[in-house]
């Protein structure tokens, strides 16, 4: 095979609206001189390959086309209106020297050709339709017969009335036979609505007989010296594709060591007017809509805060003189007003995008059409030895919730998704994870744990004024938390609590002698957030003091202010 070669230039196809200029080439291909009387053939591709991204895809076809000696024009009438013209390559390979030149891209329309296979589906989804038409008519009439029966008379020949037993048995008849009729018909309407639904999208996706849709059509410029067989593989970026990722995590505690599996799903949708039959799908975890090259920050000033003025009570109009004075006040107030908005902007500065790259080949070829349809795919799955430790928080939720630890392994990282969590074969909820890369720790939530029981209470609160010659308040506080362990096995219980922090001089905290000392300070960077790791063996209690004294100037009112992460 020989691989196609670039020609020197192609002046005829500067010609069609201007737009050999701003069309994507590919790189080595160069403009192949080819005469106004070339040959035109259309050839129709098929979908081999499509790359998709979180944000996008890259859709690659192929073609086989006989190509005559001389110079020519081959169409591609069906690529779709979201391919993106920059981004349009073209390579070529045949069985003898063929030379490549530019590539036209215009708009055109395309003819709606139906598919055998969906024929065949349309074809039985309306005898599906005749057969529920035809067991809805039977149902009716049963129904009708029914009704005439009951609203007979009963008696029977011999004219004596029923009993008030027959009575029953046959309105209970009536009503049971009735009620079973109208479940079914109820049925069959549901089940008529939802294949009249089928129909209609099937005979969308068909098209009517000469119904011509909106396409891009490409020109690709070829010359051949001598007639030979060619393959062409077009790629161009589209729009209206995404996959995101979806994990499940199971954790079994029930055997000697607890195991979690974890499992990657992608949910794949596409939207990009073109359908993807038994094409090879390629999952990249880079974002293509993403910015390529780091922002650069605005200078900043830092100055002295400014309280407003007071606003004056309502008098006479003013001159014109301090009415502009006004006007020239308010407008450097909006303009304040505006520069403190603009931190807002940069906080949409994206946090949870992962640097790092990952492909998943898709086994098999998957046929999805355009639309709203969402694909399940599995990806990979993973086993590990977790880490089990009960964490608490007493101070806002006295509850004992299970935590599962591990490191990721591989260099494929966890994009954000949405983890749905399983323990010991039971359905827990759902839960998301930020971007994790392979190597760091993995820290998933599985649930409460009812048999580890902690309760916090107040001990004593102790306020004191000043004395005689003091001039500072002073405020003690102390909790106790309890913790009992009703398991057979030894449990591992991280415990959280807060004590307040003062960033003024003139408010000072201490802790009290008796407060238990902590294990941990400033969890996660939390200023004032303390921790305590203790290892409960089976049926242990034990207790936790948290306890600090507050010292702040006479006539001063304290306020608590949560501080940001």
Known sequence: MATARPASSLPRLGRALG?????????????????????????????ERVTLYPDAAIVTRSLSIDLPAGSHDVLLPDLPMTADPASLRVEASGNGRLMLGGIDLRMGVAEARADAELEA???????????????????????????????GDPAPKDGRPLDLESWLNAVDAVGKTTQALNDEIRGLRIEEARIVEEIAAL???????????PRRVAAIAVEAPEALRSTLTVSY??????????????????????????????????????????????????????????????????????????????????????????GEREDRRQRMASERME?????????????????????????????????????????????????????????????????????????PGEVLLSRDGAFLGRARVHAIAGGDRVELGF???????????????????????????????????????LHAFPVALQLLDRLPISEDQAISIERLPEMTRPDVENVEDR???????????????????????VRWPQG??????????
Do not use: C
């Not at 737009?19 to 979908?47: F, K, M, N, Q, Y």
């Not at 029981?453 to 309890?482: C, L, M, Y």
């Open 237 to 326: 970026l589209v729009a209206g594709a995404s996959w995101r990722p979806v994990y499940d995590a199971r954790l079994d505690t029930r055997g000697a060591k607890p195991a979690l599996e974890l499992t990657r799903r992608a949910l794949i949708r596409q939207r990009t007017g073109e359908d993807w039959r038994e094409a090879k799908v390629v999952l990249s975890t880079l974002r293509v809509q993403r910015g390529t090259a780091a922002p650069v920050p605005g200078s900043e000033r830092l100055g002295f805060h400014e309280s407003p003025p007071p606003r004056p009570l309502p008098m006479a109009a003013a001159p014109a003189s301090d009415q502009l004075a006004m």
């Open 447 to 485: 649930g409460a744990d009812e048999r580890v029981k902690i309760t916090r209470v107040p001990v004593q609160r102790e306020a004191r004024d000043p004395g005689i010659f003091g001039s500072n308040r002073t405020e003690d506080h102390r909790f106790r938390t309890d913790i009992r362990k």
């Open 527 to 549: 200023r004032g957030v303390v921790a305590w790791n203790l290892a409960l063996a089976p049926q242990e209690a034990k207790a936790i003091v948290t306890a600090w004294r």
């Open 121 to 151: 589906r349309l074809k039985a989804k309306r005898e599906a339709r005749d057969r529920n038409a035809d067991r809805m008519d039977s149902a009716e009439t049963r129904k009708a017969m029914v009704q005439r029966l009951a609203q």
């Open 343 to 415: 931190p807002a902007e940069e906080q949409q500065a994206q946090l949870a995008t992962s640097p790092f790259h990952a492909e998943f080949m898709v086994p098999g070829n998957i046929t999805l059409p355009s639309g709203n349809e969402e694909r399940s795919l599995r990806l990979a799955g993973e086993v590990f030895e977790p880490k089990l430790q009960h964490k608490a928080a007493p101070l806002l939720d006295p509850t004992a919730y299970l935590e599962a630890s591990f490191t990721l392994q591989g260099a494929a990282p966890l994009l």
């Open 19 to 47: 737009l050999i200029a701003p069309l994507g080439l590919i790189a080595p291909l160069g403009l192949a001189a080819v005469p106004d009387h070339a040959a035109t053939l259309e050839a129709r591709s098929r979908i």
């Open 556 to 565: 001063k009112t304290l306020r608590p202010q949560p501080l940001p992460r």
């Open 203 to 213: 005979a969308a996706a068909i098209g009517e007989p000469g119904a011509r849709n």
